[in-house]
């Protein structure tokens, strides 16, 4: 059977995970010039700004790397929910003194588009993965005419199944505990997601393409614990967080220091889609989950100024704090060292 090793070119069987808003092309690069397979998230990316990192990546890495695209189907916009959802936020405007009107509109996370294959296609990134599903199959064939191996996201068996059935190289088992976005596509039931150790023997019983483990896998001790279990590798990404080469926000990262990362929840407050991270104020105060909230990614506009004259202060009370549950692997070092370490109980 080819390793994962084999099928991305690559010399540890280690991904660190694509994390958009926390992370550019330093972290990847460094990830990739260690051996594993360093991550370039793109969904918040505009042609500019994804040319400037790929320009990056070419010049300071010659080794594999994967850049990383959301599927999700841009929503229509919808008044009614919008006008509930500012409701929601206005007794912070008003305790902050913002204009609630003043809110942007604009939609900070874009799918997968014809534009961004034809930017790829310059470079011929030899790995693209993507969350929430796959994207048409035309755009899937422009991607793999190149010869890049694609990777995606799978919460459920079926979800596995399906990107298999539908032009997958690997899949990524996407564990309960993981943080970020969850990569669910084929339901919202939230029910139906299970931890990385109960998904990842499931999924590799039911597929014949190598499954990469994600989801609270923080040191060696848990990369070899998911290579026992039939995974071809593992994805991390929050051990990632306090390497000197992520764009951490030092609010983030003092989040990620304290107490308060043993608390983690799902929430669809700060982009509308159920995502893991630091439970903070407004997570406690509206719920983690609202209807209100708009669809993905628009739910993300009205709460920005909260968030941003929040950290102007210091404070992550408005802030998506991702991690996942286990932190216990972030460390202040480089992102070489923790790559090494992830490996060291490996034969």
């Known amino acids: 059977m080819t390793t994962l090793q084999q099928l991305l070119g690559i010399e540890l069987p280690i991904i660190q995970a694509p994390m958009a808003g926390v992370q550019g092309s330093a972290l990847a690069i460094a990830v990739s010039n260690a051996g594993g397979l360093g991550s370039l998230p793109c969904a918040m990316l505009g042609s500019d700004a994804l040319l400037a990192e790929l320009s990056t990546l070419a010049a300071q890495t010659s080794k594999p790397y994967n850049v990383n695209f959301f599927c999700h ?10 006008a509930a959802w500012r409701a929601a936020l206005v007794p912070y405007y008003r305790e902050f003194g913002i204009d609630a009107a003043a809110a942007p509109n604009a939609p900070a996370r874009l799918p997968f588009s014809a534009e961004a294959a034809e930017l790829l296609a310059e470079f011929r990134p030899p790995v693209v993965s993507f969350h929430f599903g796959l994207p048409a199959p035309e755009l899937l064939a422009r991607v793999k005419s190149w010869g890049a191996k694609v990777l995606a996201s799978a919460t459920t068996v079926e979800e596995a199944v399906w990107l298999e059935a539908h032009g997958a ?15 669910i596509f084929l339901s919202t039931d939230l029910s139906t997601q299970l931890g990385t150790f109960a998904l990842l023997p499931q999924v590799v019983q039911a597929v014949r393409l190598p499954v990469i483990a ?7 001790k848990g990369v070899a614990a998911a290579l026992a279990l039939g995974a071809a590798g593992a994805q991390i990404g929050t051990a990632y967080l306090l390497c000197p080469e992520a764009g951490t ?54 709460i920005a100024p909260l968030r941003a004259h929040a950290e102007s202060t210091g404070s992550g009370d408005f802030s998506p704090l991702w991690s996942g549950q286990n932190a216990s692997g972030c460390n202040e070092i480089p992102a070489a060292a923790l ?7 490996l034969r």
Not at 169 to 183: F, N, S, V, Y
Not at 339 to 345: F, G
Request: proline share 6%; glycine share 10%.
């Open 214 to 220: 994600a989801g609270g896998i923080a040191d060696a």
């Open 73 to 82: 189907r841009s929503p229509l916009p919808d008044a009614v929910r919008d």
């Open 339 to 345: 790559t090494r370490e992830l490996v060291a109980l």
């Open 169 to 183: 190289d690997a899949i990524i088992a996407q564990g309960l505990e993981a943080g970020g976005h969850r990569g």
């Open 249 to 302: 926000s030092a609010v983030h990262r003092a989040a990620l220091k304290s107490a308060a990362a043993h608390h983690t929840a799902l929430t669809n407050l700060f982009s509308g889609r159920p995502a893991r991270g630091i439970v903070n104020r407004v997570m406690r105060e509206l719920g983690p989950i609202s209807a209100a909230a708009p669809a993905f990614p628009l739910a993300s506009a009205a």
